[in-house]
């Protein structure tokens, strides 16, 4: 039992640390703790004071064959920064942290990558893998099915006058999103189809933390769903037939087999897995009939790179698969209604 209460106490500590910076009353670690920075916190580096080194010389005296001990301290240039350095701070005007926990802090202070929340919702921002000075943002305002959700993808950053600015548009719907001392405001023009009866996206999320990227959970009832022919598109919309399946058989779907988000599709002795990776937040083109899906980013179980986009809409009991990662005008799919 003290094994995994150990355990459990130093991984709290792992985790508060690697948020956090502590600022020390003098340069040795065991001296008192200041207090802990955040990432929003401003931090201002002071002149690393120079070694006094200590020199003893003997003067002859003038009067006394004796000679006098003369004690001072000279001041010697550092070959190498110590390991704590000076720092000016809410806490204090000079208190000391670890310099490379000091470097590591001013990185993640630079990224403006997190989640910015308000009572009600939250906007998060990361940076995009693959593109300098662009960013993925998803605003969610609200609860469950009466929440008001948009994601968008690889937006540019701008800066204006010290604030971060990102704007997004499409038919119907354009966003500005002001982003200034950790705090984000959005406002919008149109996008009535994201909104919700009681939500919008637009409002002012000004609590901010550091985004950790958290393995998703999938508890959805489990639905199933018999059909004798669906869909079958091998290069987008354009090129649908409806068919039965080549064996001859009904399709049967499963949707979160056993509330565990596992998605099945049966069909005779033949089964497909599809495991839950990512919930997804829908754009108005992914909307049928007004109502919007639950979409799922799933792999094929037994397939190394096959990867689709589930949609679930449960007032029109329909099922849409998508392969991920191509264009939508001419990617595979599969529609069961």
Same mark, same amino acid.
Request: charged share 35%.
């Given at each position: 039992?003290?094994?995994?209460?150990?355990?459990?106490?130093?991984?709290?500590?792992?985790?508060?640390?690697?948020?956090? +910076?502590?600022?020390?009353?003098?340069?040795?670690?065991?001296?008192?703790?200041?207090?802990?920075?955040?990432?929003?916190?401003?931090?201002?580096?002071?002149p690393?004071?120079?070694?006094?080194?200590?020199?003893?010389? =003997?003067?002859?005296?003038r009067?006394?064959k004796?000679?006098?001990?003369?004690?001072?301290?000279? @001041?010697?240039p550092?070959?190498?920064?110590?390991?704590?350095?000076p720092?000016?701070?809410?806490?204090?005007?000079?208190?000391?942290? %670890?310099?490379?926990?000091?470097?590591?802090?001013?990185?993640?202070?630079?990224? +403006?990558?997190?989640?910015?929340?308000?009572?009600?919702?939250?906007?998060? +921002?990361?940076k995009?893998?693959?593109s300098?000075g662009?960013?993925?943002?998803?605003?969610?305002?609200? @609860?469950?099915?009466?929440?008001? @959700?948009?994601?968008?993808?690889?937006?540019?950053a701008?800066?204006?006058?010290?604030?971060?600015?990102?704007?997004?548009?499409?038919?119907?719907c354009k966003?500005?999103?002001?982003?200034?001392?950790?705090?984000?405001?959005v406002?919008?023009n149109?996008?009535e189809?994201?909104?919700?009866?009681?939500?919008r996206?637009?409002?002012?999320?000004?609590?901010?933390?550091?985004?950790r990227?958290?393995?998703?959970?999938?508890?959805?009832?489990?639905?199933?769903q018999?059909?004798?022919k669906f869909?079958?598109?091998?290069?987008?919309?354009?090129?649908?037939?409806?068919? %039965?399946d080549?064996?001859?058989?009904?399709?049967?779907?499963?949707?979160?087999?056993d509330?565990?988000?596992m998605i099945?599709?049966?069909?005779?002795?033949?089964?497909?897995? =599809?495991?839950?990776?990512? %919930?997804?937040?829908?754009?108005k083109?992914?909307?049928?009939q007004?109502?919007?899906?639950?979409?799922?980013?799933?792999?094929?179980?037994?397939?190394?790179? @096959?990867?689709?986009?589930?949609?679930?809409?449960?007032?029109?009991?329909?099922?849409?698969?998508? %392969?991920?990662?191509?264009?939508?005008?001419v990617a595979?799919?599969e529609?069961?209604?």
């Amino acid at each position: 039992m003290k094994k995994w209460i150990c355990l459990f106490l130093s991984l709290c500590a792992f985790l508060f640390a690697d948020q956090t +910076l502590p600022v020390y009353q003098k340069e040795n670690p065991q001296s008192r703790i200041l207090g802990y920075l955040n990432a929003s916190d401003q931090v201002e580096e002071l002149p690393i004071p120079p070694i006094k080194k200590k020199e003893v010389k =003997y003067v002859k005296q003038r009067h006394s064959k004796k000679k006098k001990k003369v004690v001072r301290y000279v @001041e010697v240039p550092r070959q190498e920064p110590p390991e704590y350095i000076p720092v000016k701070t809410r806490f204090a005007k000079k208190g000391y942290v %670890r310099r490379a926990d000091l470097a590591r802090f001013k990185e993640r202070s630079a990224d +403006l990558s997190g989640i910015y929340s308000s009572k009600t919702g939250t906007v998060v +921002l990361s940076k995009s893998p693959n593109s300098p000075g662009r960013f993925n943002i998803r605003i969610q305002n609200g @609860e469950g099915a009466s929440r008001a @959700e948009i994601a968008i993808g690889n937006v540019q950053a701008k800066e204006h006058f010290g604030h971060t600015r990102f704007e997004y548009a499409e038919s119907g719907c354009k966003l500005d999103i002001d982003l200034f001392d950790r705090k984000v405001r959005v406002a919008e023009n149109g996008c009535e189809e994201y909104d919700a009866p009681n939500f919008r996206l637009a409002g002012t999320y000004d609590a901010y933390k550091e985004y950790r990227h958290r393995v998703e959970v999938f508890r959805d009832p489990e639905v199933r769903q018999k059909f004798k022919k669906f869909l079958w598109c091998p290069e987008g919309p354009a090129s649908c037939e409806k068919i %039965r399946d080549e064996d001859g058989c009904d399709v049967e779907i499963v949707w979160s087999k056993d509330s565990q988000g596992m998605i099945e599709r049966h069909c005779g002795e033949q089964v497909h897995k =599809y495991r839950p990776m990512e %919930r997804m937040i829908p754009h108005k083109r992914d909307f049928f009939q007004g109502e919007k899906p639950v979409m799922i980013k799933a792999k094929r179980a037994d397939m190394a790179n @096959e990867w689709m986009v589930w949609s679930y809409y449960p007032k029109a009991e329909r099922f849409k698969m998508v %392969r991920q990662g191509a264009r939508e005008d001419v990617a595979y799919m599969e529609i069961y209604e």
